[in-house]
T-cell receptor, first 113, second 117 residues
Framework: AQSVTQLDSQVPVFEEAPVELRCNYS??????LFWYVQYPNQGLQLLLK??????LVKGINGFEAEFNKSQTSFHLRKPSVHISDTAEYFC???????????FGAGTTVTVRA | EAGVTQFPSHSVIEKGQTVTLRCDPI?????LYWYRRVMGKEIKFLLH????????ESGMPNNRFLAERTGGTYSTLKVQPAELEDSGVYFC???????????????FGAGSRLTVL
């Protein structure tokens, strides 16, 4: 089974500043990668996913992530955050032949005015 | 389209008591999954239903946990008897196909928070 490491548990950031959330996974021949977000009192919502193709993936709400196979990383970025981006973000990975998701421990992003 | 619905949203019980969590998946979704997040750690897979059949229950922690999906619609997860370490957030998710099939996504509910005292 895959393991996922989210390197930062808490990320405070000022409004309109950029943010990067780091995610590394254990190596495998090929993987599928996901970022989910959980806003307060809501379910996990898919931000973006990488299955194949371009290593730069664009998601909802202005987020993007880059798959780096050599670094086994899938970092999430947003060039300018809003207060409404305050949430917990989860990186997840699955093997292509295994539907189960392995999640990281989550990164809480707090955006301040 | 209604999303994945879970209830109760929060349950507080004493150690040794029984709790039943319910999940209503998106209509037409044959695949239903249970995940759990304990004490701010990783969200971990518990089990997977395809319609009413258990496809994979390798993540179920022990025999105090019983999941059912009678009729292939909603699912229940019963914990009996509950222990302190069962406290956490239980997420349910559903999908039309398996998660890695192209446009299919895994849609999660808001979770049921269980507190065992």
């Amino acid at each position: 089974a895959q393991s996922v490491t989210q390197l930062d548990s808490q990320v405070p950031v000022f409004e309109e500043a950029p943010v990067e959330l780091r995610c590394n996974y254990s190596s495998s021949v090929s993987v599928y990668l996901f970022w989910y977000v959980q806003y307060p009192n809501q379910g996990l919502q898919l931000l973006l996913k990488y299955l194949s193709g371009s290593t730069l993936v664009k998601g909802i709400n202005g987020f993007e992530a880059e798959f780096n196979k050599s670094q086994t990383s899938f970092h999430l970025r947003k060039p300018s955050v809003h207060i409404s981006d305050t949430a917990e973000y989860f990186c997840a990975v699955s093997d292509p032949d295994d539907y189960k998701l392995s999640f990281g421990a989550g990164t809480t992003v707090t955006v301040r005015a | 389209e209604a999303g994945v619905t879970q209830f109760p949203s929060h349950s507080v019980i004493e150690k040794g008591q029984t709790v039943t969590l319910r999940c209503d998946p998106i209509s037409g979704h044959d695949n239903l999954y249970w995940y759990r997040r304990v004490m701010g750690k990783e969200i971990k897979f518990l089990l997977h239903f395809v319609k009413e059949s258990k496809q994979d229950e390798s993540g179920m922690p022990n025999n105090r946990f019983l999941a059912e999906r009678t009729g292939g619609t909603y699912s229940t997860l019963k914990v009996q008897p509950a222990e302190l370490e069962d406290s956490g957030v239980y997420f349910c998710a559903s999908s039309q196909g398996t998660v890695f099939q192209g446009a299919n996504v895994l849609t999660f509910g808001a979770g049921s928070r269980l507190t065992v005292l």
